[in-house]
């Protein structure tokens, strides 16, 4: 079973892929198998763009509007979401982080589903729009 990957980690992946190293280089240095790394780089590179974004969002949302009355970023109505004894701040970033990958790609998962069951290719967004999402 693989390790967790601590915020060392993550800080050492980043410096040696921006130092230009490849890969199988990477992986023999943080004693981890290629796909680890490649696919802890790309969740790093997501969650930096996604911040980046949030940033955006922020800075340019008219006041009293987006998650904090409910919605996320991926346009999905939740309950207001507040820390609380049973839920942390980054627990609940996390699950939103989550939902909104789902609602990012369950159409291309439906679309692939219908093709595997029937041999008809449809886009993911002619399913969205048939479906109403």
Do not use: C
Request: hydrophobic share 30%.
């Amino acid at each position: 079973m693989l390790r967790a990957w601590e915020a060392d980690d993550d800080k050492k992946l980043e410096e040696l892929k921006e130092a230009g190293a490849n890969w199988k280089d990477i992986s023999v240095t943080m004693e981890r198998p290629p796909h680890d790394v490649k696919r802890r780089y790309g969740e790093l590179r997501r969650a930096r763009a996604d911040t980046e974004k949030k940033k955006t969002a922020e800075s340019t949302a008219p006041k009293g509007k987006g998650r904090d009355e409910g919605t996320s970023s991926a346009g999905m109505t939740l309950p207001f979401l507040q820390a609380d004894k049973d839920w942390s701040k980054d627990e609940l970033a996390l699950l939103l982080d989550i939902a909104r990958r789902y609602e990012d790609t369950k159409w291309l998962y439906i679309a692939s589903g219908f093709y595997d069951k029937t041999g008809r290719r449809v886009t993911a967004e002619e399913v969205k729009k048939k479906l109403g999402g």
